[in-house]
């Protein structure tokens, strides 16, 4: 069972104002502020329309992203990278937690890699060590697409050199610090491709959603807004991962 470590934004900064980035405690991960405010989550009716020519199919995932809406959050960091495997294997040595399926598996391994081959309570258990949390779906799309509404991190025209999809032809995870150039407004790298992302919240029937789509999707399903889940969400696939956030009312 992981410990939670409680601490406090405040236990490391004089704010408000926030500075942009901090360095969380536990896990030592640099992590950057999403300031208070105002963007709009999901899509339009007339943007999905633009999906689907996109994709070549009326896919019925993507109608999970409409309406496109307003939503308020109040200020929070967010890890810039996924969990790694290095940062997890600390995790694992501090705490005796399970391993994932794919841990030690070569092409798998590399420190800077993702951790992969787990699920929803093993990624839980790491932000509860770390005293953090994983991310609403909100906190996640906000980091990833900012307040213009933009399709993927870096804009509204697809780059596959931009991260790491199928259109790349890689078929496996790579290093979270690589696509320099598929970066958020807020600077966060793999918001797009590499590996599926875990946030709390409910998909269709209630299954727990996943956002940003991995090394196997295609420009249409490595979106902002793109919504799905794991059919294993107890230990999860080679192709999903987390990151974590923390909130600053969580005092």
Known sequence: ?????????MDLVKGPPFPPKIVSPIDSVEMVLIPRGEFT???TENELNQVFILDGSQNPVFMTEVPARK???????????????????????????????????EGW??????VVGLGWEDARAYAAWAGKS??????????????DQRWWPWGND????????????????????RFHQGVSPYGCYDMSGNVWEMCEGAWIEGHLPMRGGCF???ATFVRTTVRWSAEDQANGAHWLGFRCVKNLSAR
């Not at 069972?1 to 934004?9: L, Q, R």
């Not at 994983?134 to 307040?147: D, S, Y």
Request: charged share 15%; proline share 7%.
């Open 1 to 9: 069972m992981a410990k939670n470590n409680f601490w406090s934004v």
């Open 41 to 43: 989550q999901g899509i």
């Open 71 to 105: 939503v308020l959050l109040e200020d929070y960091y967010i890890d810039i990278h996924p969990v790694t495997n290095y940062q997890y294997g600390n995790f694992l040595k501090a705490t005796g937690h399970r391993t994932p399926a794919l841990w030690g598996k």
């Open 109 to 114: 391994n590399e420190p800077l890699q993702p």
């Open 134 to 147: 994983l991310p609403t779906e909100a906190q996640w799309e906000k980091a990833a697409r900012g307040v």
């Open 158 to 177: 697809f780059y596959p050199g931009y991260c790491n999809c199928s259109e790349l032809g890689i078929n496996r995870t790579t290093d979270v610090t």
């Open 216 to 218: 196997l999707g295609s």
